[in-house]
């Protein structure tokens, strides 16, 4: 953040998690646990560095006795998608009637692969959704002037210097 700005690693944040979404299409395809492994890495290491730069960045932005209540009420929103997206994602992803283990077995080899193949197929067009609202908002990011903080504001506690 100290070398290339707060609105730097909010969109490299961004274009991360994008591009692990992405990549569940490829992983569905190939059917490899390890390429779902690594597409939800991508997702992860997206989310975490857009945290590392979005709080921050928020609570230098504005009144510094604000600044705890700012990062509560964004935070706020963190276990509410706790919460909603399994419920939500649920509804795009899951399949109503899914095989048991057993039923699973006594498939033969074509029958298997094929259930198989619809079962990681589902979630391609979710990640793509995903993926593309992602990127829509890293544009926005990247079109939109957000204030810049200098560093030796942000260390003082001083903002007046932030200019948009």
């Not at 992405?22 to 989310?47: D, E, K, Q, R, W």
């Not at 945290?51 to 509410?80: K, W």
């Not at 992803?93 to 006594?106: G, M, N």
């Amino acid at each position: 953040m100290q070398k290339y700005g707060y609105k730097v690693g909010i969109l490299v944040g961004l274009v991360l998690f994008a591009i692990g979404c992405f990549l569940f299409v490829p992983a569905a395809n190939t059917m490899s646990y390890m390429f779902f492994l690594t597409a939800l890495f991508v997702v992860a290491c997206g989310i975490t560095i857009l945290e590392t730069a979005a709080n921050p960045y928020m609570t230098v932005l504005g009144d510094p006795h604000t600044a705890t209540q700012r990062l509560n009420f964004a935070q706020s929103f963190n276990g509410l998608a706790a919460f909603v997206a399994p419920i939500v994602g649920g509804q795009f992803i899951l399949t109503e009637d899914p095989l048991t283990v057993d039923q699973v077995a006594a498939l033969s080899d074509a029958e298997r692969l094929a259930y198989i193949q619809a079962e990681t197929a589902v979630v391609k067009g979710p990640y793509v959704i995903l993926g593309l609202i992602i990127l829509v908002v890293a544009l926005i990011f990247f079109f939109i002037k957000l204030p810049e903080v200098k560093e030796e504001e942000e260390k003082t506690g001083f903002f007046k210097g932030v200019k948009a």
